[in-house]
């Protein structure tokens, strides 16, 4: 009985896997980062929250001081270039860990008669600035997706330093916070491996 019951309970457990793909500046030449700031731009505020603080606690595991972004930047305020740096510059700020939502969806084939849980998903403007928040909301869906853009800038430099593109695709149990936990896994694993940030 208590085999049956783990067994139903393994596959009832949300679960997300991301596959990602990165290249470093080969002008890069550095020793990493002691401290960055991590933006996940979604416009849902829980999300974001928990995505900045899951990729923030992973780095600060691997000695590397991360600050989510809404510690700097009130979410509500639209801020100048000047503005921006004078923050990051404020903050000590080395390098900024950007997080985008480029598309979302969901897997699978519906017949007409279905009437399993339905998926609302939105994607808006992709603006190319730190702050600029996409929407990504998924409810109970049948296998959710969603494919990311990740950028580390150097501030100094005023340059990308580190680009990657990412896949996460979850199980029917999955929403948008177990995507961005594994795609926050993904990223600081990777970075590691890229030699961006310690190992």
């Not at 550095?30 to 990729?55: C, F, P, Q």
């Not at 860990?97 to 969901?106: K, S």
Request: aromatic share 6%.
């Amino acid at each position: 009985m208590r085999r049956l019951l783990a067994l139903v309970l393994l596959l009832t457990t949300a679960c997300a896997a991301t596959r990602i793909n990165s290249m470093t500046d080969p002008e890069y030449v550095g020793d990493g980062y002691s401290k960055v700031l991590v933006s996940v731009a979604v416009s849902d505020l829980g999300l974001r929250k928990d995505a900045e603080g899951d990729i923030s606690e992973r780095m600060r595991e691997r000695g590397i001081q991360a600050v989510p972004s809404y510690e700097v930047y009130f979410p509500g305020r639209e801020y100048s270039a000047d503005q921006v740096q004078e923050l990051l510059r404020e903050h000590g700020i080395e390098s900024v860990l950007i997080v985008r939502v480029e598309r979302t969806g969901v897997s699978g084939v519906r017949d007409e008669g279905d009437t399993s849980p339905t998926v609302n998903v939105i994607v808006e403007d992709q603006e190319p600035t730190v702050l600029e928040p996409a929407t990504l909301q998924i409810e109970k869906s049948p296998k959710p997706w969603a494919d990311f853009s990740v950028s580390l800038y150097d501030t100094d430099a005023g340059l990308v330093v580190w680009t990657a593109t990412a896949s996460t695709s979850g199980n029917a149990y999955a929403g948008a916070k177990t995507l961005l936990r594994s795609l926050a896994k993904k990223v600081v694993e990777q970075l590691a491996l890229d030699e961006v940030i310690p190992d």
